[in-house]
Structures are given as structure tokens and as C-alpha cells.
């Protein structure tokens, strides 16, 4: 028999054992960042960078596969008891020695896990991690001029990529409302000390938004220059409409931060994605009974709010429970009861 | 269904009323929800995971006798914390706010022969909702006992005292067969039904599965101790079985405790079954111990009220939901857990015999009368 499939049988074998729960709801009171495991992280420490934004070193299981510069990772934090989902950009270098990553995060008004994560994360604390993704990367061969063109949090691909790879010829134009708020600041002036970048900082509150007619009194040759944007959708729709006035848009690489709003309203259009039917709704009706009404199958028991037999993934949109007025807005892995929700503006329910 | 409706003194509106205190105590509980209660479940998920190990790994030396009865004590609390306070809550989908797949209505599993997705339809859906309503919640009785006067005497029913001790001690089977309504699909036509034999089949497996690990292969595994570990297995199964179910008895069986007929319940509101809910429910008083090995379900009227509130806080809730039986003038049944039992077990004889002629009702003197 081959180790395989000896291993397989043993594993069989200790499912056998451990039934009704698996081999590794036991190995994970002991060894959650094993190989095997779900892939998760704990965090080590948190630096703060500014009044509003800190960065988080994590060590990631040992399923991580690693990241390209530029990439982002989408982490899942217990926030007040309930698991939250967000992505947010590698600014480690790929190569760190100690196998650590790290995360800056700029903590928004009203944002639920970036203050988390800021102002009250704790070391220790586990987190559930993704493999890195995102196509706002270098490029294998090493451009001869670039211009990394940021704004805000937008600044943290950008770092990801400046701890990675030395350029010849690197410019930066990074707009930040104070001084004070620009994150990195310290790491950025010794980079522009030891020439290895040119920076020009945007401060908004004093020197208002970047224009970007002043682009060619900035950096005179920005059309030649390979370029990574990130920032604001804003900054990010100039960019854009400049670079294709000249027809250099393919020079222009962007990545936007989706802060994901939804509009909560009352009803909306239900697409039910799992049969393909689009239906009106109003803001009272249970989506159960909508479904039903589409001639959609909808598994259903007390139709109260008690058995739990008609919860079901909410894909897209935001749905009202009808009894306490709560707004659910859609997450990967967020459930709901179709029989006491109703829509709050479009949404898409898997059925 | 007793001769007096306890709730007669009420209006349509005040009812109402009632159901709006406590939506409103709900609506406390699910806005306070958070990182306090989730730490909660999993310490309790995590301290029964270790305790059924060491349990378990004891159980290896059992051909040594405290070894034995160490070893078998903790299987058997690990047990009923299992089934209790993390499965029984769990399916209730009382955690799934947290998000946490593995901590979901949708995806847990428990050491039980019944698998969990059937009992969630048999328990959730058809207890949860048609609650004491003769007919549909086949909990009254497990469809083989007579629990109320006002059903039919058979002579069947004077063997319901043994049944029950039966049922006690094979409970986890006893809900299997219910779950799969044994008795209402046995007829030829129905076991051919293609449903029902997937249900069937599911039962099947997962009784193969959990008879398995409990008879064969931790016996296996202690070698020398192969006996005495299957002696112990069997034993906490026992301990398990009998003491949830004398725990679900004392939620509904007491003496006090109203049953409701079909009719009843046509058109109800949700005043009005928040109303049946409080009177077809008993608590068990007693520790914090007590509660929790019982999963709460001694806060049996608040579970029924609020079955999806994170069972750690129907202590607290408790406290108000008492107030309103006292406010509205009606009968909050609970008393110490061998009272209970003990008033659960004396009805379950005195309804294995015809009613006596004439009916007189007797005064629910041993019952703690809330009610002014
Ligand atoms: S149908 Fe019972 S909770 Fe929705």
C-alpha cells in the first residue's frame, strides 16, 4: 500500500474515533495554525502609524502560500462576537524573515472592523485568513521608470511593493490631508534620503485635491513612467481619463478599495441567483413568500422566526428583519431568515 | 384543555400587551449580544472537547475500577454537555448571529443518533411551534403516552409508566424513531415512500456510525480494558439518556401545565402563542450548576418564548419573565428538579388508568403559585 493511501485509512480510521466531529475540531483546541488546518492567523502585535491607522503583524498558518507585492488578503475578525470579513493590502515584503505578514489599516468613521483592528486588537487574538489575491502587481521584468500615484489608505499596495523591489528610477505622488497623516511617513523620507525614491507629498487640507493638470509640473515625464494608482475613486476616474487622453492607458495600473456601501432601502428587486427568476418586492413582505409567489423553491418550516429551517445565503444586497428593524447587509457566509427578512433595497437571495 | 382556563381573566388587549413586553425583552437580548456571549459558547464547546478526551483517555486504564468510575462520570457530563447546552442551543440556531460556520444551525453535528438535520424539523419546527397542541407536537407524549385527561383512555395506556421508563433509557433512540415518525410511516404504502427511506437510511447511518465508535472502537482501542470501556460507554449513555429525559419532562409534564386542542390554535396571534407558550412550559428551579447541565432548558418557559436567544441569558431574562406572569396574574410552574420529576412521573401513572367519575380537578397544591 502506498503512504497515501495508508495515511487516508488512518485518517478514516480517526474520523471513525472522533465522530460525530472531525480529526480536526480536536487538533484545533490544540494547533489551529497547523498544516491542514483551515487557514487562519494570530495576530503578534499592533503598531500604530498614525492617529488612525496602525499596522498588524500576523502569522499566518502554515497554509499560507505567500503573496506577490501589490496583493491584498481578506482576514475574517470576531468583532463584538460576530465573524466580519474585510480585505485589506500585504504591506510586508514577500520575502520578510520571520514569515510574518503584515496589514495597515486606516480606521474610517463608522467602520466596524478597521477600528477593531486599530484601536482595540489584541496579540494573540486569532483571526480566519484567505490566500493573497489581486492583480494590482509588479510586472516580472522590472520597469525602468515608474510613478506610484496614492492618496489615503491607498498608499498601502504601493508600500507593499516599495519593501519588495528596488527601482532605478521611482517616483511618488501621495496626497494626505496633514503631514501627520501620512502613513509610512518616517520609512518614506529615509527611502527619499537614501535616493531610492522622489516624493512629492499632496496635503489636501492646505494645497486642496491634486489636480491633475499639475501632473506635468510634478513629474514632467509621467506618461512614460509604468504606473500604480490607488486611492480614492475619485483620484482614481482623473487618472484614468488623463492617461487615455494620451493614449498611454495601458501604462496606468489601478486598484480601488470597494468600501462596499449598500444602500439600504425599502423593497427592492430580489434575484433569486440559484433559479434565475428577478422579482419586485416591497419592504414588508417576507422573501419567503416572495420566493414562493416566483414559483421559487424555498425551504420553509414555522414561518416565525423560530426553526431556523428557511435560513438561506444572502449573495448581494441588504434585507430587513421584520421584527426588530435590523439591516442585514450580504457577506460571504452570511445566512438569513427568508421567512421574518424583507428586502431593503436590491438583493439576491441563493435559492 | 382543564376544566379552568388559567387565562380566562384576560382580555384580547391585554394579551397584546403581553406579547409586546416580550418582543420588547427580546429585542434587549438580541441588541446586547456580543463578544461576552460568544466567548461564552466557546468555552463551553472547548471544555467539553477536552473533558470527553481525558474522559476518554482515562476509560484506557478502566480494568482499574476508579479509573472506571472516573473516566465514566466524565463521558457521561461530557455527554450531556454536548447534547444540552452546545447541541440542543446550537440547533436552535441561538449562534448563528456569530457567523462562525462551525458554530451553525446549519452545520453542526451532535453525539446523538438522531441526526441532527431531522431533529431540527421534529424539535424546531413541529415542538417549537404546535407546542402542547394535541395532534401535532408529538413531544406530548412521544405519540405513546396519554398526557391529558381529555385524550381517550386505551387499554395500551396502562403500560405507559414501564414505556416510559423504556424510553427514558433508550432516549437518543426513542427520538430517532419520532424523529422519523416510526409510527405513522410503518404502514407498507408509506415505507415505500422514497423520502421517508432516505430518512431512514440517514438514521441508519449515523446510529452504525456513533454504535461504532462507542461499542467497537474505543473498546478496541483500550485493549485489556475492552470490556470495562464498553461497560462504561454503555453506562454514560445511560446516565445521558435518562437525564435529559427527565429534564424534557419536567418542561411540559408537570402538573399545572395546560395542553391546548387543535382548534386552539387557528388564526392564534402572537400574543396568543407567546401566551401558549407560558402555559404549556414548566422550569426546574435551582444552581447555576443545575442550569447548565440541563442546557437552561430549566428555563424552559423562556427557551419556549425565545428559543433562538443564546441560552446563557435566559437566567437573566428569567427574572423579567416572571415579573409579567405575576403582573398578568398567571401560574409560573417551576420547582427543584426531583419535584418536578417526581409530579411528571405521578401524572404519567395516574393517565395510564380511565379518568376517575366524575372528573373533579384537583388544586395544583404541590406547584409554587406565582399568581396573587
Ligand atoms: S421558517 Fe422557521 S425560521 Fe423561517
Known sequence: MTSTALRSRAWKLLEMVTTPLLPSDYLDLVSPLRAGA???????????????????????????????????????????????????????????????????????????????????????????????????????????????????????????????????????????????????????HDMVADKKLRLTEVHTDTDGMLDMARLD????????????????????DAAERLWSEHGVQERLHTERFRPGIVVAGDGGEVTFSATGKTVDADGATPLLDVGEEAGVLMPSGCRMGICFGCVTPLKAGAVRDLRTGEITEAEPGVLIQTCVSAAAGPCDIER | MTAIDPTAHLTAEQIEELGRELDAIRDEVIASRGEKDAAYIRKVISAQRKLELVSRGVLLFSFFPPAWLIGTAGLSVAKIMDNMEIGHNILHGQWDWMRDPKIHSTTWEWDHVSPSEQWKHSHNELHHTYTN???????LGYGIMRVDEDQRWHPFHLGQPLWNFINACF????????????????????????????????????IRKQVLKD??????????SFLTTLAATFTANLVRNIWSHSVIMCGHFPEGVQVFERRSIKGETRGQWYLRQMMGSANISGSRAMHFMTGNLSHQIEHHLFPDLPSNRYAEVAVKVRALFEKYELEYV???????????????????????????????????LVAA
Open chain 2, 334 to 368: 417551576t420547582g427543584p428538579l426531583p419535584k418536578q420529576v417526581f409530579s411528571a412521573w405521578r401524572k404519567v401513572f395516574r393517565l395510564s388508568l380511565p379518568n376517575k367519575k366524575p372528573k373533579v380537578k384537583t388544586p395544583n397544591r404541590d406547584q409554587e
Open chain 2, 171 to 206: 432516549f437518543e433512540y426513542g427520538i430517532a424513531a419520532y424523529d422519523l415518525e416510526l409510527g405513522r410511516n410503518l404502514s407498507k404504502r408509506r415505507r415505500k415512500n422514497p423520502e421517508f427511506r432516505a430518512r431512514a437510511k440517514a438514521v441508519g447511518r449515523k
Open chain 2, 133 to 139: 397542541v394535541i395532534g401535532k407536537d408529538n413531544d
Open chain 1, 217 to 236: 509640473e510634478l513629474v514632467p515625464d509621467w506618461a512614460e513612467r509604468e504606473t500604480w494608482a490607488c486611492g480614492p475613486a475619485g483620484l482614481l
Open chain 2, 215 to 224: 461499542y467497537v472502537i474505543h473498546p478496541l482501542l483500550s485493549g485489556p
Open chain 1, 38 to 188: 483551515d487557514l487562519r492567523g494570530r495576530i503578534e502585535a499592533v503598531h500604530p502609524e498614525t492617529g488612525d491607522a496602525a499596522t498588524i503583524v500576523i502569522r499566518p498558518g502554515r497554509g499560507w502560500r505567500g503573496h506577490t507585492a501589490g496583493q491584498y488578503v481578506r482576514i475574517g475578525v470576531d468583532v463584538d462576537g460576530r465573524r466580519l470579513w474585510r480585505a485589506y493590502s500585504l504591506t510586508s515584503p514577500t520575502n520578510r524573515q520571520d514569515g510574518r505578514l503584515t496589514i495597515t489599516v486606516k480606521a474610517i468613521p463608522d467602520g466596524k472592523v478597521s477600528n477593531h483592528l486599530v484601536r482595540s486588537a489584541k496579540p494573540g487574538t486569532l483571526i480566519q485568513l484567505d490566500q493573497a489575491t489581486g492583480d494590482f502587481v509588479l510586472p516580472e521584468a522590472k520597469p525602468a521608470k515608474v510613478l506610484y500615484l496614492t492618496a489615503g489608505s491607498g498608499i498601502t499596495p504601493v508600500m507593499g511593493m516599495l519593501r519588495d523591489v528596488e527601482f532605478d528610477d521611482a517616483v511618488m505622488v501621495h496626497c494626505a490631508p496633514q503631514p501627520q497623516d501620512v502613513i509610512f511617513r518616517n520609512e518614506l
